[in-house]
């Protein structure tokens, strides 16, 4: 898998697949400001545990692309027994490989469930001793737990590799996709894939996505 390269938005074929294109979501917004102020107040002595979207089935993301329910289902199953293994780590933004480079390492998913189509996630960032003792920032984990710390809204993104057919209107994954991991990046590009810091942030976040599925935008602007 090293000589693949990641494939843009409007590609078809076989390579990396990463959910990481623009999007913005201001921290003025009110589905985030509770997230935000405890993220400001937050005592980085201790541990820094989030709940996330993490992927969606039968849904076209930014990319243009849509992951079919049984093949996002199958690598759900199957990244439960990363989990179960403490396999599941991931990386502080996309690289440029199907690879997961242990230097980069900043979090551990250690929970996933499905809540309708939505795939949720519980993570933890792989922060220092160093960090909660005295504040260092020298690894990934730490970097990540400190933007949380200064209020910056992280986005989570998968990252995997397979191919890209045409079914439609719809640039569909194939059968031959495998997920690697869920990095966090500045701006997700499946819907809604941010980070919050309790279940009530989670469920303000499902409120969003239900008045978006039915009303076709969001009620704050």
Not at 111 to 129: A, D, H, Q, R, V
Not at 164 to 183: A, M, P, T, Y
Request: overall charge negative; charged content about 25%; glycine content about 8%.
């Amino acid at each position: 898998m090293k000589n693949l390269r990641i494939l843009e938005a409007s590609e078809l074929g076989h390579g990396i697949l990463v959910e990481a294109d623009a999007g913005w979501v201001s921290p003025k917004d009110s589905r985030n400001e509770k997230m935000l102020r405890e993220a400001k107040d937050m005592d980085y002595r201790n541990p820094f545990e989030f709940y996330a979207v993490l992927q969606k089935y039968d849904t076209p993301n930014r990319n243009g692309r849509t992951y079919p329910e049984r093949i996002l289902k199958r690598e759900a199953e199957n990244y439960k027994k990363a989990i179960d293994k403490g396999l599941s780590t991931s990386e502080l933004n996309h690289p440029e490989s199907s690879l997961i480079d242990l230097d980069r390492v900043a979090h551990l998913i250690t929970e996933i469930w499905w809540e309708g189509n939505i795939l949720m996630g519980k993570l933890k960032l792989l922060t220092s001793p160093g960090f909660h003792e005295r504040g260092i920032v020298s690894t990934k984990g730490d970097q990540a737990a400190n933007l949380m710390r200064q209020g910056v809204t992280m986005g989570v993104s998968s990252r995997g590799v397979g191919s890209l057919k045409k079914v439609g209107e719809r640039n569909e994954v194939q059968d031959d996709f495998e997920l690697i991991c869920f990095d966090l990046v500045s701006s997700p590009s499946t819907p809604g894939a941010y980070l919050f810091l309790d279940n009530l942030g989670f469920l303000m976040l499902y409120l969003a996505l239900l008045w978006l599925m039915y009303f076709g935008s969001y009620p704050i602007p």
